[in-house]
T-cell receptor
Framework: TQLLEQSPQFLSIQEGENLTVYCNSSSVFSSLQWYRQEPGEGPVLLVTVVTGGEVKKLKRLTFQFGDARKDSSLHITAAQPGDTGLYLCAGATSGTYKYIFGTGTRLKVLA | NAGVTQTPKFQVLKTGQSMTLQCAQDMNHEYMSWYRQDPGMGLRLIHYSVGAGITDQGEVPNGYNVSRSTTEDFPLRLLSAAPSQTSVYFC?????????????FGEGSWLTVV
């Protein structure tokens, strides 16, 4: 059973557009992470959020953790072709060490 | 600067064969895990370990065994390969003791079962 649902599953946009990716669950997470994966490689960490309502910015990327720590969003401003990749959220519930990954959002930014 | 090292990178197996995917990390991380990645399914946790001698099942453990005799190594064994186990496998490690520590992934092992 997948605990983390991401939407949309696929997204193809033009360079310069904005987009938001969502990560939702019925479980409460003690921490939530976002990763980006390039073809043929393992995922690489973008950000970690641990506090409900927390907002973190990484250049053109804005990450938000829901107040109840059950959901998160990733917003990209003025997308560029270099943002193309698979975006994955991952969460750990309190008292466990294991991280469960979301279903992924495959983003393609067209020049 | 090795990080997490997986071998082999590519493998083709016949149905019913057994094999072991090797994973080693040189960061002294307590936590290690194996994921499989299939199209549209994200990463699914197979097995994980929080230290030498300790292993536990993840979301999709059937058909796989693991052991953790040392901190560094965490091999994944396929006992009798099935076509449904065709996938990309990732080994990962991270330090414990704090929320949100980075998970470091290997480069992946592409396994095809025919």
């Amino acid at each position: 059973t997948q605990l983390l649902e991401q939407s949309p599953q696929f997204l193809s946009i033009q360079e310069g557009e904005n987009l938001t990716v969502y990560c939702n669950s019925s479980s409460v997470f003690s921490s939530l992470q976002w990763y980006r994966q390039e073809p043929g490689e393992g995922p690489v960490l973008l950000v970690t959020v641990v506090t409900g309502g927390e907002v973190k910015k990484l250049k053109r990327l804005t990450f938000q953790f829901g107040d109840a720590r059950k959901d998160s969003s990733l917003h990209i401003t003025a997308a560029q072709p270099g943002d193309t990749g698979l975006y994955l959220c991952a969460g750990a519930t309190s008292g466990t060490y294991k991280y469960i990954f979301g279903t992924g959002t495959r983003l393609k930014v067209l020049a | 600067n090795a990080g997490v090292t997986q071998t082999p990178k590519f493998q083709v197996l016949k149905t019913g064969q057994s094999m072991t995917l090797q994973c080693a990390q040189d960061m002294n991380h307590e936590y290690m895990s194996w994921y499989r990645q299939d199209p549209g399914m994200g990463l699914r946790l197979i097995h994980y370990s929080v230290g030498a001698g300790i292993t536990d099942q993840g979301e999709v453990p059937n058909g796989y065994n693991v052991s953790r005799s040392t901190t560094e190594d965490f091999p994944l064994r396929l006992l009798s390969a099935a076509p449904s186990q065709t996938s990309v496998y990732f080994c990962a490690s991270r330090a414990t003791g704090a929320r949100g520590n980075t998970i470091y992934f290997g480069e992946g092992s592409w396994l095809t079962v025919v």
